[in-house]
């Protein structure tokens, strides 16, 4: 029996939509850790927030394809303007939400603080920012 994922992408063919343009796309631009958390904690967060986006129903863009389009155009690195992040969206492919992750540790206590920001001009180009202590 076929799957309801593989259902839904055999329809979605057959009426000429691909299916990532079902989800919309969100970019994770970085996840910084800092303090005295392992190393192999930033690997983890960011499959952790990769998989969260994906359930929330998003579809994230790999990271691979943000360091191309960085090398290309190397002065949106650290870009949070709606200006810049139109352009980083434009080459992402329609992106419509960019996050950007830091995680302090001390011992077993973590702080997390999630910022969201979109490319629409007029919104100042954060929408939301979420910390968790």
Do not use: H
Request: proline fraction near 5%; charged fraction near 20%; aromatic fraction near 4%.
């Amino acid at each position: 029996m076929l799957g309801l994922g593989v259902v839904l992408g055999l329809l979605l063919a057959a009426r000429g939509v691909r299916a990532e343009e079902v989800r919309p796309r969100v970019v994770v631009l970085d996840v910084t850790v800092s303090g005295d958390a392992p190393r192999e904690l930033k690997k983890s967060l960011v499959a952790s927030l990769g998989g969260g986006l994906y359930a929330a129903g998003w579809a994230v863009v790999p990271p691979e394809k943000l360091k191309e389009a960085l090398v290309t155009a190397p002065e949106l690195s650290n870009c949070t303007t709606p200006t810049c992040l139109e352009t980083l969206a434009v080459m992402l492919g329609d992106t419509r939400l960019f996050v950007r992750a830091r995680i302090t540790a001390a011992g077993a206590a973590y702080n997390i603080e999630l910022e969201l920001l979109t490319p629409t001009a007029g919104s100042g180009g954060a929408v939301a920012r979420i910390e968790q202590g």
